[in-house]
């Protein structure tokens, strides 16, 4: 099938940059990947963690929108659970004034934090029990609408700025209840096959997300993006050299030790125990890493496993040139580069 290529961006840090560098390069790819014909550009929400700068994906959303022309931008998401409902809608409202049809709003479940983060996000009230999300989602729909039914106790309150498109609502997740969830709205659903957790139901997932599908006034047949981690690069072995410094990261995050994506170098020569060894060879399992006919290959066979031409590419490594290099490799193989 011919695949549909977008990008989500985690505004990764690198070991001895700064978080300025990060999003200064967020814009600079979304700017090399909308020529290069990626479809979509979201952003990611995540708090008090070294690796990523991106804590605020509606304001780099923005931020891209002005840089770029074409490609749709979007959240990957925002984390609704500690925000207001209102609130939200009206910035995807704001952002959507500004750039008719061309604005996503993915909402994530998860925290995209730990659990002292969330508690500061709230503060002083108090974090909100998941129970609460699929009533801020349907009040979100409300908003963004400004559709509020009669009795609710704000039917009175209209989002603002006036009227305006109503961006594309995506519900992203990696687990069955965000599946269903998205099927039971009527809304698309994007399945984060890139968080390498219980990835082997992933198929599954999004099959059932099919099965219980039911249209709405949002949406009238399912509609599925999967998240996938890509490196490509010219050669087999230099892709699994550049690699490195990811796979180093995401250990080093899940130890509580993320300090920065770290150099190439500092990857290789890193001392690494047996548990180490195994986590990283089993978190890579799920990464997309090697030459351009190697990664073609891998995205058709996912596209295939879960029956969607529709891909989101996430690529993190130390360096700025080799994530551009990444995805200019992936887009000529993959025949989606724009001519016009």
Not at 140 to 145: E, K
């Amino acid at each position: 099938m011919k695949l549909i290529l977008s990008v989500v961006d985690q505004s990764p840090v690198r070991d001895g940059g700064t978080a300025a560098q990060a999003l200064q390069e967020t814009i600079d790819l979304a700017v090399a990947t909308e020529a290069l014909g990626y479809q979509r550009y979201w952003l990611a929400e995540h708090h008090n963690i070294p690796n990523f700068a991106g804590t605020s994906p509606e304001i780099l959303i923005g931020q891209v929108a002005a840089h770029t022309k074409r490609i749709r931008v979007g959240s990957g998401g925002v984390m609704l659970s500690h925000y207001s409902s209102l609130k939200v809608a009206e910035n995807f409202r704001m952002l959507e004034s500004l750039y008719p049809e061309r604005i996503d709003l993915g909402i994530g479940r998860a925290p995209g934090s730990d659990q002292i983060t969330a508690a500061a996000l709230a503060y002083p009230g108090q974090p909100r029990d998941v129970q609460h999300f699929p009533r801020q989602v349907h009040d979100l729909l409300r908003y963004l609408s400004n559709d509020v039914e009669p009795g609710h106790v704000f039917s009175e309150v209209r989002a603002g700025p006036g009227n305006s498109t109503i961006p594309d609502v995506w519900l992203l997740g990696s687990r069955y209840e965000s599946a269903y969830m998205a099927a039971q709205m009527g809304l698309p659903f994007a399945y984060a096959h890139f968080f390498g957790i219980g990835v082997h139901e992933g198929p599954t997932i999004v099959e059932g997300y099919r099965k219980y599908f039911q249209p709405s006034a949002y949406l009238s047949e399912p509609k599925i993006n999967v998240g996938v981690q890509v490196l490509c690069a010219d050669t087999e072995e230099e892709a699994l050299r550049v690699a490195a410094s990811r796979n180093l990261a995401r250990l080093q995050s899940v130890r509580g030790m993320a300090k920065g994506i770290p150099k190439v170098e500092d990857a290789l020569s890193y001392q690494y125990g047996s548990n180490e060894l195994a986590f990283i060879s089993q978190y890579s399992n799920n990464c997309l890493d090697g030459d351009p006919q190697q990664v073609k290959e891998g995205l058709e066979a996912i596209a295939e496993s879960y029956q969607t031409p529709d891909l989101s590419i996430v690529t993190i490594c130390h360096g700025f040139a080799e994530r551009v290099r990444s995805y200019e490799l992936v887009a000529e193989a993959c025949g989606i580069n724009n001519k016009d």
